[in-house]
């Protein structure tokens, strides 16, 4: 049975790859590479750097990653697109049948809001998945900003930019984790309200970061948000609200 591995690998910086991630891959027999499309190159030749470090010898299959139907109902849309993505992760192992340790190295970690797993799940046949531990954006955003995640004895949410979009800051929670947010939607909240910890290309060189109370800020980021994407022509950033005690 082919074991495939799901290395996380951190936001960015090499130095975040644990040593279990560095045995792991000095075992692999075949890397699955990504390309993420136009103006998203450097992703996919950190990913080959990453793995040239660990391995001169390393060998990389890369594959084209498909485009969404913009014209499907957003859960429908990515089914769809995980979907594509199996088969392609098929079709480029089946043109390596002597593989039996494929490996796919994943920002983060594959347990937060990554779908990688979701895809793994879809194989058919099934590999034996494993998956490493990486450090999280989350992670990377704290240590950034030098601040605890959580207040004292306080939970916490994590959550996506459509949620807050649809749904609103949530019932009861005092610090919210926001991901997947190209709209910054931070700004359909009350200003004055809200501390706001903001980080975009966490632990790469290109690292931009900014804090303070959400009125004070928001616009700020929103343009340093523009123009780090235009600069670049993609961005990963996440974020973290906390609410002001009320007076």
Known sequence: MTQLFLIGIGTGNPEHLTGEARRVMAQ?????????????????????????????DAPV???????????????????????????????TMAQHPEAQKVA???????????????????????PDVQVVAGITSVQALTAAHAIPLNTLNAPVTISTGR???????????????????????????DGDAFDIWWGAYLGMPEQVLDCGRLSDVSERIIETRAKARAAHGWIMDTYLLRRLPEK
């Open 28 to 56: 692999a027999d075949l890397f699955l590479v990504p390309h993420k499309g136009s103006g998203k190159s450097d992703l996919a030749d950190l990913r080959t750097q990453i793995i040239a470090d660990v391995r001169s």
């Open 61 to 91: 299959a890369l594959f084209d990653m498909p485009v969404r139907n913009e014209s499907l109902p957003y859960i429908a849309r990515v089914d769809a697109w995980h979907d594509e993505i199996a088969r392609i992760w098929m079709a």
């Open 104 to 126: 796919l190295l994943v920002w983060g970690d594959p347990s937060l809001y990554d779908s990688t797993l979701r895809i793994a799940a879809r194989l058919n046949p099934q």
């Open 163 to 189: 949620r807050l979009r649809d749904h609103g800051w949530p019932d009861g929670c005092e610090t919210l984790v926001v991901m997947l947010d190209g709209e910054c939607t931070f700004q359909t909240l």
